[in-house]
Structure formats: structure tokens, C-alpha cells
């Protein structure tokens, strides 16, 4: 099908993309890779009257160090965050999940930040950045810069906290030190399917027992959510495989999972369960 | 080396590997508008108005019309299947009129200069809509006081089609084993990967229209009935063209709908479908709800099947929609005797899309019910399916064999097939292996899947045609032309859609003519060029086309051979004819080539008394009998008790498909067969609400096997001859499909039959498996 | 209109294209490069895979305007004779990896970005690296096949002086 006609801006800077944000109004949508506004445009179920590209903001692509955490730049596209060696070293979760998003073409186009902001539950990385505790960066030309905390950036389905005028322009994570375990077990049909279920650990273990824990689950809610109840079951306790096992029984508690073609409710909590034992077993197996 | 058996690389492949394609969508000639179609949101609504006027003020927008504007013109869609005398063919426009009855129908139509104007006018078209009763459930539209699809017809049954042999009550009384089941095969989009697209360009009273069809032949003949523009006036071209599984052999609203404005605007009109639209307007597949009953004596023996079909026609009766689940018919018996056999079906109106054929058409619906009761009859009496299935099937001794739905099955040998599925397979190996999971209760559990299937293809029998209603012959045309230079034209009423034809048929006449494989081309897929066709489907090409090829190539050496023995002054049966030349039996030197032969009968100057010069032939081929591939296919698959998923975990199969005319390409048939009948038992389904909305209108949620979804396979063959022809063919293109659903369903199932599972209903999905598994420790 | 210069297979083009002119359809109806065709509305199929500056992208979900300033790959630029020489369709060629070959011109250039990432592939890498892709024909074997074929080729041709 063909996409609907709208504007086109195509700011140079973050400077002038942030000016003309409030100026092409509600109904703008900010397009980074496409992969997800694409097909939406495509098949006329979203009319923008304004796409702003972000294509020529470089400044909006980079991945850098800072200090301890990372940046990575909204813009930075699937394919070059799972094979910047910063990320893969000090962020191995997000270079591991973005390795299982669609395929390698749209991994070439879409990007971290696009993701994110698409806040589509479904969608591998809004459960990663949860499971981090990462924080999104946000800025505009009236507010100026705002860090907003992942947990509170996923307002609802397809919908951020970001304001209409604000633009996503970068994701900090914080570094994994020493004694942390990641994993992302995903759930899906087939290859290129969405996952039905997904589940993001990171675990961080002293001494054989469990000092940090942190879960996301993707495709469990409206928003992805963490499994709470797991990690606070876990937290503090000797590492076993009966414990994992007790602890992943918690893992749909105070999710609303979806039902749809590829999976009901029920089905989905199930898998939550067994995925994060799974998920836990594989980030705590080294 | 003879060309017949010879893996030859592709002729088709050059264009195709560069992006030199015809694929009708890349024709645009000058002047070409372009349609797009409104169409129902609704599954079933009356259209009280539609307003196009506003479209009409849209930039670049030439005409804008609806159903009701083209009424007195558009005719009604043929159904060449009147099955039954009393069937029940509702009228059916090629854009509706004043009712709807399924989403996706079209409504009305932009003409435009271009294509991104034509579809931003399709927002500008208002429809007002009274919704009416949906009809979604095929059961309870059966039942009394259901809510009506076609309200003047007062029922949703369409006909009903029996046929019986033999003593079903004596099979059935007493019967020490009694297998009762209800098999759903879900709706499948047959989803080509080439969308379909249509070009039709006028020229006075002429047409010629490029459709990305099957059927360019039947398409012409039924394009001229429906519109009545002379049959003389319509050429049809079939360019290249990207599959088409039985989606394309059929006359589509669209194609009649670009003949008709090119005549109205008198300017070449062009119409491209989207993937959406084309999973809401593509024909379906399948559908169909099964009950059997299989008696058997305690020692296996099968006694007498049973079956009741319903068959979900979609709002219209196609092209062939009534007949596809009759041709399961003779099917489901398979491949195994027994005393007596009942099959009944009735059609059913639903508000969906209209099934019609899909790859294997019946066939698989059939293979599915008798190879799932195979395995649960060997299950039922703590046999082996391999040894059950023994027990029960026709030896290799008992051919011909006229089997209990009343085919004549020509030649087989299944005994041969399976011994060496089983030595290719490892059967007892993976059986140790299954055993020793099940013991440790392994997480992920081994199950192994037969299927032991025959088909019947080369249609078809003009004869048996008819005696089933059907509306036209299966014969298939093939012409030969040697030229003057001793270079051959090919010409072939069977136009391929990536089946190969190109290179097999070229290796054919090679080998009957003896001139080398470059120098013969063959021509197709254009009604000016190849005059007489019934087209592609049903595996029906080489055995039929493929023959009347070969019997076109043996009529030109018997000219030639009269030719040459006046040049020689020797008699005919004198001569032999091989590698390309005549010779005079016991004196090599003295001959002719065949090249000498073709100068001589095109100067003419020289020619024996009532032989026209020139040296060509026409033949069309009607085959006496069907062709009856058959083969045994080993699946094992490794199911997660934990979460329901499946993975194949090793595929054998072997194929009797007669005498092989190219190798590589028969391989090439079946792992592509085998990945659409794996995908329907693992992972296909078209889902409508209950509203009678599509829900899996995208390829994100109608899901298809990528690469990483399947296994290698493994592959190999018996070759049988066909006695019913003489190059000995069969015919290919659907029994990888035909045979895989049962096999990797079988495996599932038996993987799972320690934890009380009996059964999976199609696609295994990961939830279905897991709710199966619930369902079955909790019995 | 936005103006937009791009090169595609080795031309450089400038035209004045509507924002939401999908490249695709800007090589197909305005360049007439037809060699890459359209399978769906959602980034599944990959039929029109082409290589933007040099990695694969869907050409269905691309505007015409993102590729301004950069360059284009189709099937027809891999062998600029359109003789079908280039190491991957010789190979698709000689392993019958196509039936109708609609999926073709995408399999190819996704097997090109695979090769380029990844010179010799194993069985499943291959698989994996072509899950954006789908064909109906060929149920994949020989595409696997052709496309370690052709990477074992290259990688000789690289290393040959």
C-alpha cells in the first residue's frame, strides 16, 4: 500500500530539529529508522501531517562512555549497537536482544531510540531497558533536557512520557561490573515473528548468592513490566536451582497480559514462568 | 548422455538472477491508469449508497464508478463445477452490487494516472451499510434458523456429494476396533509471493491483457463469456510469473474488471494488489471440518472408512471452489485396501473469502484424515505404524489396482519407498532415542511421524471430466517446429510459473529429436503465440503436457523418417533414427541428420508424393488415466513439554514419482512442497473474528517458515514408471505438500501420547501443543 | 518537492520526488529498475532488499527521500553486463536455488550483506542471516546451499591475487 502524504523536515542539528518539533504540531511523528512508522504509514494506520527526519542529526547516532554509564545515542541503528564493542562489553544485554530484533535489514534501518519511543509492548527492547533501570534522555526547546527514568517512560500501549515537542535523544545505561549475568530469552513462532513472550535478566551474584536481580518481560502488559515479585523473592537468597524454580512461579504476578492471535492470557503467564527460569538459569549459568 | 534424467540447470534462471524480469507489474505502457479498489469493511452488509463524487475531484483521478455503475456490464464470475445438479450457484459481480458477503469484497473503484492518486481517492468514496448476520462458523450454518449468507436461498448448503462402495454396515458391525475422529483443516492463504497484478491494454476492438495468472488459456475463454467481448478480440499473456499454488488459476474480479474499463477509458489500465488486500482477496484454502469413522479387525486389518465432510465454500463458488474437496474424494482411501468406503461433503456458504484450489487441493485434506488414523490405529492396538500400514496396503504385486473409491491405480511399490525412507531415517535408532527421552522424562520429547501417501494427478481424463460435471477437458497441446536453420521451437499450452518448463521441455524434445538441449526454445504463457491450453495445476504438466510434447516430438521424426528414406531411396523400416540421424540399418555411412532433413522438407523441392513440406507437428494429448505419485515420509520432531514448541529435528522423504525427466528440478518441487506442508501443520492459519474480520491480513500475523524455521531435509526416490504414458512421468509439483502435513502432525502426536494427547489440531502452535498436554494429563 | 540526488547501481540520478514516494517505488516507476519488486506492506517478505551505501535495507520501507545523498545496490547493479556473473547468482543458478524467482533479487542482496558481515557461514548462520526473507518455492535448501557456494568462492577469489 502507499503511505498518506504529510511534510517533510529534515533538520541538520538537534538545535534545529528541537525548533521545528513544536512547530509541526500533535500530529508530527519524528522519524529515525522507519521500520516500525513504515509499515504503520503504509498500511494508513497512522496519518501524520509531519514527518521530521533525524537522519542528518549525526550528532544523535553516537555511543559513548560516560564514566559509568553509557550513552547511546537515539539514533544509533540495531545493527551498529550490537557490534559496538562498548555496548557488547559493558552492556551485553542490549547487544544481545538487539541481535534478536526482526532481521538483519531492519536491524540496518530501525534504531535504539525509535524503539524505545514506539513503546510497542511487544517489542524486544522497552522490557531491556526496564530490566536495566535505564534512563531515557529526553530534551526540548522550551524544557531543555529531562531524565526520565525507564520505569516511568512507558506510560501505556505505544505511548511514552515523552512531551509532543520532546525528543528522545539518547539512553543511558549503566554499566555492568564485575558478578553480573544477562540474559534475554525470547519466545516467538518463527524467526521473524514478535515474541509472545519475552523475558530480560540481569543478575548480579556474590559469593553464590543473589545480590541484585532485575527482570523485564516483554509482551506481558500494555507497558513491559518487571516480574517484581521474582526479584524480590530471589534478592538476598542463596543461588539454586530449586529457588530459581520457586521464584519463576511468580513471574506473571501483577502482569495483564494480552490475548491475541499468537497467544491467550493464561498461555502467556506460563510462559513468563518458564522463561524466566529459563532466562534466570542462563544469566547465572556462568 | 540422454537429456531425459539429466539435472539440467535452468534456462528461466538468467532473467530472473538479474532482475530482468517480466513480471506483469513491471509493464507500464505509456498512457497506463491505474485501479484501485474499495473494498468491504463489512462481512455481510447491504450497500444502501455509494457516493464517489467527492473522489472524483481528486487530482490525477480519471473515473471513479461502483458496483452499480458497471452493473449492466460486469457479469457474474464463472464456477465451471456444477457438481451436482441441484448445486446452488449464487450470482457473483466482480464488484458487489447491493450486498457484501465478505470482508474484502470490492465495492468500487478508482481510475487514476497514477497509482499513489488512485488509492488517496479511495478515502473520498463513502459507503453507507446496513450490517447484516455474519456467518462465520461452518456447523452452525448447517443448522436450522442459521443466519443466511445468500437470504434467497434459504439455506447455506451449496450441494451435497456422496458416493459409496462396498458394505459400510457389515464393515461397521461388530467392528473389534472403531476410530472416530473430527480433523480440522484450517483456511490457508496460498500467498504467492508475486502479489497479483493485471494489464490490460485496448487496441480498437482488440484486447490484450497480462495477468499474472496460471491460466492464461482458460482465463481468455472465460474472460469472453463473462464480458462478451469475442474470444477472437481478447489475447491473454501470462509473462512471468511468481508462483502461484493454485491462487492464480482462477478468474478474478480484477481481471475482468481491467477489461472492462480499458474498454470504457480506451487507454491501457493497470491494477496491482497490496499483500493486505490480496490475503482478504486471493481465494483460501483448505477449510474444511472432517469427521471419519475407520473400523478395523483386531489384526489391523482395515475394514471400511467413513467420511463426512463439511467444506467451507466463502461467500462464491469460483472457478473449481465446489469441485476441490471432491477430488479428496477418491483420495481418502490412500493407499490401502479395504472392504467398504463412504464419503460425503456438503459445501458450505460462510461470509469469507472463497476458497477454491490450493497446492495439493483436496488431496491433502484427504491424506491428512487416512495417514492421522493410520498412526492412531497402530497407537489403538500398540503396533508399529510402519507395520500397521504393511498390513493394510496394496503390494507391489497387486497392480493394477482399482482401488475402493473407484480409481485405477496404474503401477507402485510402496514396499520398495519405504525401505528406504526407514534406511535413510534411522527409524530404530530414533526410536531407542525416543524411548530413553520418555524413561528420563525429558523436558523435550522425540515423536516420530508416517505418512504413507499416494495422490492422483495429471489432470485430467477428459472423460472422467465429464462424468464429474466439470465444465471443460484436461488435454494439453503441445507443438513442435523444427526451422529451417534445424533450430526447434517448443510450443506448449502449459505456461509455467517457476515449475522449470522452460528447461524440461526443452530436454524432451533434445532427446526425442536428437538436436542438442540450446537449440530448442520453448514458447508459452501467450494466447497468440500458444493458441490451444488448459494450463498449470493439479501436477499436471509434464504427465500430460510433458506427453503430448513428446508424442509432437515422435510425430516429426515419423514425418522426417518418411522424408529421409525417399531422399535415401530406402524404405522406412529400413532406417534407424537416433542421435539426431537417420541411418540405413547395415550400412552406417548412407544417412541424414535431421537438420539435412528439415532443409529438404523446407525447399520442398524434393519431396515424396502427399507430404507437405515443412517439418512441424501439433499434438493434443488426452491423458486415459490419471498418474499416481506415491512415497513414504519420516518426520521426527522434538516437542517442549514446557512450552508447547516444536522443532523438526530430522525430514526424510521418499518420492515415486515415475520416470524423472530432470532431477534437480523434481528435488527442487519437493522441498518446496514440503515447506508449505509442514507450514500448514506448524504455523499457517487465515483467523477471522467473529465479526467475519480477517485478523491475519499481513505477513505479520498470517506467519510463513523463513529459512531459519525449517530443517535440511533429506531426499530421495523409487522410480516406477507410469503405465499410463509413455515417458513413464507422473507428476511432482504437490506431493511434498500432499505428504508432509500428516507426517509432521503424526509426530507431534506421538511424541505427546504418553502424556494422554491423541490428538493436535492444526497449526501446532506452541499454545495448542501446551493446551493439548493440559488437557491430556488432566484425563 | 523535495530534491533528491542518488546513485544507483554506479548512476547518479537527481529527481524531485513527493516525501512519501517509497524507494521502492521511486527505482521501479521513475528510474525503471523494475529488477526489484514488491512482496508486502510490512518489512516481512524482503522481495525488495537492496543495498543502501552499502548495507541491506527493505526498499518497501525506505521513503526515496531518506536515500538522498546516498547510494543504491540493486540486483541489476551486481553484474553491470546483467550477465549474471557475479559469484551469488552464479551460484543460485547452478545450485537451483530459485523456482519463480520473485524472492530472488531481495535473496541475493541479503546473501550479499550476509557474506559481507559473515565470509563463511555456517548452515545456520545462513538460515539465520535470511529470516528477513521468504520465499514460497523453494523450502530454502538450495538458497542455503548456493549462498555457502558462493562465499566460498569469493573468499578464494579474495585470497587469489
Redesign the interface.
Known sequence: MIPPTFEYLRPESLGEALRMLPDAGEDAKVLAGGQSLMPLLRLRLAYPDTLVDLDRVAALREIRDDGDALVVGATATHHQVMNDPLVRRFAPLVAAATATVADPAVRHRGTFGGSLAHADPAGDLPAVALALDAVMLARSASGGDREIPARDFFVDWMTTALEPDELLTGVRLPKAGPGWGFHYEKFHRTAQAWAIVGVACAVRRVQGAVEDVRIGLTNMGSVPVRASAVEERLGGNALSDGALREASELAAEDTAPPADLHGSAEYRSHLARVLTRRALGAATAR | MTEIGRAR??S???R??????R?T??L?PAGTLHVAYLRSPHAHARIDRVDVEAAKGRPNVVAVLSGADLAAEQGALPCAWQVTEDMRLPAHPPMAVDEVRYAGEPVACVVARD??SA??ALEDIDVDYTPLPVVVDMERAVQDGADLVHGDMGTNESYTWVFEQGDMDAAMRDAPVLLERRFVQQRLIP?????RAVLCEPDGEDFTLHSATQIPHILRLMLSVVTEIPEHRIRVVAP????G?GSKLQVYGEEVLALLLARRLGRPVKWTE????GNMAVHHGRDQIQRVALAADRDGRVRGLKVELLADMGAYLMLVTPGVPLLGAFMFPGIYKMDAYSFSCTGVFTNKTPTDAYRGAGRPEATFAIERLMDDLAAELGVDPIEVRRRNWITHEEFPYDSIAGLTYDTGNYEAATDKALALFGYDELRAEQDERRERRDPVQLGIGVSTYTEMCGLAPSRVLGSLAYGAGGWEHASVRVLPSGKVEVVTGSSA????HETAWAQIASDRLGVPFEDVKVLHGDTAVAPKGMDTYGSRSLAVGGVALFRACDKVVEKARTIAAHLLEASEDDLEFGGGRFSVKGVEEAGLTIQEVTQAAFAAHNLPDGVEPSLDSDVTHDPENFSFPHGTHLCAVEVDT??G?TKIREYVAVDDVGTVVNP??V???V??????GIAQAL?EEA?YDADGNL??T????Y????????P??TTDRTETPAAGNPLGVKGVGEA?TIASTPAVVNAIVDALRPFGVRDVPMPC???RV??ALREGGAR | MPRIRVEVDGETYEDDVEPRLLLVHYLRERLGKVGTPVGCDTTNCGACTVLLDGLSAKSCSVLAVQADGRSVTTVEGLSLDGAGDHPLQRAFHREHALQCGYCTPGMIIASLDLLRDNPDPSEAEVREGLEGNLCRCTGYQNIVRAVRGAAAEMRTREVAP
Open positions: 540447470l535452468r528461466e534462471d538468467a530472473l538472477v538479474t532482475g530482468r524480469t513480471w507489474d513491471n507500464t497509482r499513489y488509492v488517496d500467498t504467492a509471493m508475486e502479489p512471468d510469473v511468481g508462483g499454488f497490496s499483500r493486505s488486500e510459473h517457476g515449475q522449470g514446557e512450552t514448541f534437480m528440478i528435488e527442487g518441487q522441498h518446496g512442497g514440503l515447506a508449505q504455523y483467523v485478523t491475519t499481513t505477513m505479520a500475523d506467519l510463513l517458515p523463513s529459512a531459519a524455521d525449517l535440511t531435509f511434498g502452535t506452541p499454545e501446551w493446551t
